[in-house]
C-alpha cells in the first residue's frame, strides 16, 4: 500500500512547477525522497535551485497540497540544502535541452598549495640526502 501512495506522490508532484524555471520539481531533481509510513504519512525531501530561493516557501505549500491529492494522511516536508542542487540532478531530457553532458563530470583535482609542495619538495629533498 505504501509503494502506491509513493507512486501516487511521485505523480501529483509533477504537478508542482519551479517558477523561475517553468519545469515541474521531479524533473528538476528538486525532489531529494519520499518516505511513507504506516499511517499513510508521508515525509518528503525536497531541495531549492539555490540556498536562498525566494520560492522555496511556496513551493513547499505546493508540495503539501500536492500530497493531499495522493491520498496521504499528513505530509511533512523538509528543505534540504546538502548537498546542494546541480543541473546535473535533472532529468536526462533536461540536461540533454540544455547541452549538458549525460553525467556530471568528476571535478578537478586541485594541486596542492604551493606552500605544502614546497614544503613536501624540501622534506623529501633532505631524506634523500639523509639516505645518501
Known amino acids: 500500500m505504501s509503494d502506491q501512495i509513493e507512486q501516487r506522490l511521485w505523480r501529483v508532484l509533477r504537478d508542482v512547477i519551479e517558477p523561475d524555471l517553468g519545469e515541474n520539481i521531479v524533473d528538476l531533481g528538486l525532489v531529494r525522497s519520499i518516505r511513507v509510513g504506516s499511517g499513510a504519512d508521508a515525509k518528503i525531501d525536497i531541495t531549492m535551485t539555490t540556498r536562498y530561493s525566494p520560492h522555496a516557501d511556496a513551493i513547499v505549500t505546493e ?56 614544503r613536501i619538495r624540501r622534506r623529501l629533498s633532505r631524506a634523500r640526502r639523509s639516505m645518501a
Open 63 to 118: 508540495v503539501e497540497r500536492a500530497a493531499l491529492h495522493a491520498d496521504v494522511a499528513g505530509a511533512v516536508v523538509r528543505v534540504m540544502a546538502d548537498p546542494d542542487w546541480t543541473p546535473y540532478r535533472m532529468a536526462e531530457p533536461l540536461r540533454v535541452l540544455l547541452g549538458l553532458p549525460a553525467s556530471e563530470p568528476e571535478p578537478p583535482v586541485l594541486p596542492a598549495p604551493s606552500s605544502w609542495r614546497d
